[in-house]
């Protein structure tokens, strides 16, 4: 399993505790932006955020850069949208989304947004809406060079080095190639799969 995936994880699991402590201790009431609602759930799911993070990759299997571009999606929107707190209501109807929109911005063969929506527990339907309500959200605004990559990469190794000493960034710069330029029998593997479950790009 990705390092990224344990990183990624511990990042959001710390920022998701301290938001229910601003939470616990503000007034205010939720966000009157539907689209901001629309990721959140009547009920937490039964699955810690490493657990859906790698049922993620055991399913669709994106190469380690796509969380790191997902994680910049993130914090770019709670950037754009300061009311959005990222809490255990919605962190896996967002991570569903980010890494779905992530992987169709970087990568050239890509699951459907059904398949997507198989393994994020969601209807498809759901899935399509909150993949526009996403882009919305974000002002369209996907675009992330070199060093933006980079600098989150620095920045995700950073905030858990004292915790479990991660180092992701040489280890996702090495992948990157392998997971973003498959070779031709991994693209005929790929395509011949896709066609066995009824998926392709979207």
């Given at each position: 399993?990705?390092?990224?995936?344990s990183v990624l994880?511990?990042l959001?699991?710390r920022?998701?505790?301290?938001?229910?402590?601003?939470?616990r201790?503000c007034?205010?009431?939720?966000?009157k932006d539907?689209?901001?609602?629309?990721f959140?759930?009547?009920?937490?799911?039964?699955?810690?955020?490493q657990?859906?993070l790698?049922?993620?990759?055991r399913?669709v299997?994106v190469a380690?850069?796509i969380?790191v571009?997902a994680?910049?999606?993130?914090?770019r929107?709670c950037q754009?949208?300061?009311e959005f707190r990222i809490t255990?209501?919605?962190?896996?109807?967002l991570?569903?989304?980010?890494?779905?929109v992530?992987?169709?911005?970087?990568e050239d063969?890509n699951?459907r947004?059904?398949?997507?929506?198989r393994?994020g527990?969601?209807?498809?339907?759901e899935?399509?809406?909150?993949?526009?309500?996403?882009l919305f959200?974000?002002g369209?605004k996907?675009?992330?060079?070199?060093s933006i990559?980079?600098s989150?990469?620095?920045?995700?190794e950073r905030?858990v080095?004292?915790?479990?000493?991660y180092h992701?960034?040489?280890?996702?710069?090495?992948m990157?190639?392998?997971?973003m330029?498959a070779?031709?029998?991994e693209?005929?593997?790929?395509?011949?799969?896709?066609h066995v479950?009824?998926?392709?790009s979207?």
């Amino acid at each position: 399993m990705p390092s990224v995936i344990s990183v990624l994880a511990s990042l959001l699991e710390r920022t998701m505790a301290r938001n229910e402590r601003i939470t616990r201790k503000c007034t205010q009431t939720l966000s009157k932006d539907a689209r901001i609602r629309a990721f959140e759930c009547h009920e937490t799911l039964d699955m810690t955020t490493q657990a859906f993070l790698e049922r993620i990759y055991r399913y669709v299997r994106v190469a380690p850069p796509i969380y790191v571009v997902a994680y910049i999606y993130i914090d770019r929107l709670c950037q754009i949208n300061p009311e959005f707190r990222i809490t255990t209501f919605n962190v896996h109807r967002l991570l569903i989304t980010t890494i779905m929109v992530a992987s169709k911005f970087v990568e050239d063969m890509n699951y459907r947004n059904s398949y997507f929506a198989r393994v994020g527990g969601l209807m498809t339907k759901e899935m399509n809406e909150l993949e526009v309500d996403f882009l919305f959200l974000m002002g369209f605004k996907l675009h992330v060079n070199v060093s933006i990559f980079d600098s989150y990469c620095r920045h995700l190794e950073r905030e858990v080095s004292i915790g479990g000493g991660y180092h992701i960034e040489r280890t996702l710069w090495s992948m990157c190639s392998k997971g973003m330029k498959a070779n031709d029998s991994e693209k005929r593997d790929f395509k011949q799969l896709t066609h066995v479950i009824g998926c392709s790009s979207h």
